[in-house]
């Protein structure tokens, strides 16, 4: 009995994780009310109030998903989407600027400006 859902009350209470029975015998004694929302595992929330999603996962047999947004492909480790077309990735550039003592690997000139020469400027325009 896999303990992996979460009830999340009108009050913003996270309660679990419960297993998929004890959800179902709160839900059928009235004790989760229809404000309150249900995710099963690394599923998405939906509200009690939504017949169609609680007979398909709380009273079906089906398993809910992950979530799209907490499983979005990693971009640290995903492969470079510019790699074969001949973009710059150069991490060292920010804002058109060569930060000093980092070497450009770009084929792009970009004009080295030394720290003392950057200025802050706060909403209004003026310098600091």
Request: aromatic share 8%; hydrophobic share 30%; proline share 5%.
């Amino acid at each position: 009995m896999d303990k992996n859902w979460l009830i999340r009350t009108k009050s913003n209470h996270i309660l679990g994780p419960v297993s998929k029975e004890k959800v179902l015998e709160l839900y059928n004694n009235s004790s989760i009310k229809a404000d309150d929302e249900l995710c099963a595992g690394n599923g998405y929330w939906f509200f009690v109030r939504e017949t169609e999603l609680v007979e398909k996962y709380l009273l079906g047999e089906e398993v809910q998903g992950f979530n799209p947004i907490s499983e979005a492909k990693d971009v640290i480790v995903s492969p470079d989407k510019h790699a074969n077309t001949g973009e710059r990735n150069d991490i060292t550039v920010i804002g058109n600027i060569n930060i000093p003592g980092q070497k450009n690997t770009s084929k792009e000139k970009i004009p080295d400006f030394p720290i003392e020469e950057l200025v802050l400027q706060n909403n209004s325009g003026k310098k600091n």
